[in-house]
């Protein structure tokens, strides 16, 4: 039989013995006859030791990724729903300028200062009529509204030839145009000869004038379409001709600003509706700063109509538009909150994984460390190793992390201008720090447990682990 020479199987038994020990090829070569002096491992360079902790983590390549993902998840959140509520509020106040600004807004029936009109519950509130906005429109008592108009809205059908659509309906004034911001694509808004005559005019939205003349070619201007309400089961319905067409406006306060009809108030509340009082008054004022002062003086001007006395009994709600936006606002930013905490918890659950693991790391590698604290490595240098895989564990998931909100936050941007909303891209760089100072954090806190017990080891008790 062929012996093999002494030399291989010293050399063999020697590579097989250091690398069941160590991780690192830096110890192997240490621990070799004419290897580096000991008291260089206290003076590697940063360069040395980043390539020693990226051998490690990549010899870990399964267990490396998993814990990385956690914190990849916990700052991708954080970006995320930064972004998602900078979105959310350009979008707010995005659609409060396609309305107008400076706007409030007249409806019947008490509320509190900071709930929803009775109307929106489903209560039918009598109380407003067409007096009331008549009364709004004296400048003498209500000396900053520049515009008044009043109106009522519903649901309904317009047929012109073979098509038919289900849409809504604004039964307003001939002021619509002056409170409420308009342009228009084709032809004009209804006179207000028109509006106090009753002429049987219309003006389309934009989808509704495209799907109802698109596939024709038609121009929508001077057509005749019928509309009916939706209590008008059985009936025909109202010959009306088109005048005009609005310019797309987009969804406002999230409604679809193009999928509704405009005519004039009293065909819409007699002959649609079958009612006699309005459902909503909007003034607009002639400037931010008298605001307050114009809803005092139409709260006044109401009450003498109502002939009520005291405020508290009073059978209407005065809104500011910028009210509702100081509501949404403060929607978005408590739903913002509550989802970077629960983006917080991702990232701690993330720490302690990466506590986990290094734990786990240390009891691996006991031996290791204990050869290198033998050979005259320093409690520091031991420390600062593992801190720095905690740290470039960490880092790399913050790295990574943030290349995915971002990607996200562009995504959801994308989606929903493509619904139609103005949903405006918005990633700022406080929340890019913010991500990437707390998953360095999270690194140096959950890090530093293992890497001080690792350090104070005791190397004579760390080379007989088993």
């Known amino acids: 039989m062929r012996m093999r020479p002494l030399r291989h199987l010293t050399r063999s038994r020697s590579s097989q013995r250091s690398k069941a020990f160590f991780a690192h090829e830096h110890l192997y070569y240490l621990l070799l006859p004419g290897g580096c002096p000991s008291h260089t491992l206290d003076r590697m360079n940063f360069f040395s030791t980043i390539r020693l902790v990226i051998r490690t983590l990549l010899a870990r390549k399964g267990r490396s990724a998993l814990t990385i993902l956690g914190i990849v998840i916990g700052v991708a959140g954080v970006i995320i729903i930064i972004a998602l509520g900078a979105g959310a509020q350009s979008l707010v106040l995005g659609q409060v300028t396609k309305l107008g600004t400076n706007l409030l807004s007249v409806q019947p029936g008490k509320s509190n200062e900071n709930g929803p009109p009775a109307q929106l519950f489903g209560i039918v509130v009598t109380s407003l009529t067409i007096e009331d906005a008549n009364a709004l429109r004296d400048r003498a008592r209500v000396p900053h509204a520049v515009a008044v108009m009043a109106g009522a809205s519903g649901s309904g059908t317009v047929i012109w030839q073979n098509s038919q659509i289900d849409t809504n309906f604004v039964a307003t004034e001939a002021s619509y145009p002056e409170v409420v911001t308009v ?20 003006v389309l939205g934009s989808t509704v004038a495209d799907e109802l003349f698109a596939s024709s070619g038609a121009d929508p201007i001077g057509q005749v379409i019928k509309v009916k309400g939706a209590s008008q089961l059985e009936a025909g319905g109202i010959p009306m001709r088109v005048i005009g067409v609005v310019s797309p406006r987009g969804s406002a306060f999230f409604q679809n600003q193009d999928d509704q009809i405009f005519l004039p108030l009293e065909i819409g509340q007699k002959q649609l509706l079958g009612i006699h009082y309005l459902q909503f008054v909007n003034l607009k004022v002639d ?28 059978d209407f709600t005065i809104r500011n538009q910028a009210d509702a936006v100081n509501i949404l606002s403060t929607v978005t930013d408590a739903l913002k909150l509550f989802l970077t905490a629960m983006a917080a918890i991702a990232l701690v659950v993330g720490g302690i994984g990466i506590l986990n693991i290094m734990l786990v790391t240390v009891a691996e590698r006991t031996r290791e460390i204990g050869l290198r604290k033998a050979v005259g490595a320093s409690n520091a240098a031991v420390r600062n190793q593992f801190l720095l895989e905690a740290g470039t564990l960490t880092s790399l998931g913050g790295l990574i992390g943030i290349v995915f909100g971002v990607a996200v936050s562009y995504l959801v941007s994308l989606l929903m201008n493509y619904i139609g909303y103005d949903w405006a891209f918005v990633i700022s760089i406080s929340s890019v720090l913010l991500a990437v100072g707390v998953s360095i954090l999270t690194g140096v806190i959950f890090g530093l ?18």
């Open 287 to 314: 400037s931010a700063d008298n605001i307050n002062q114009t809803i005092s003086d139409a709260t006044a001007v109401l009450m003498q109509q109502h002939h009520i006395k005291r405020e508290v009994d009073a």
């Open 449 to 466: 447990y293992p890497a001080f017990k690792a350090a104070r080891l005791n190397p004579i008790d760390a080379l007989r682990y088993e």
């Open 183 to 202: 342009e228009m694509r084709a032809g004009r808004f209804f006179s207000q000869q028109e509006d106090g005559g009753n002429a049987n005019v219309v």
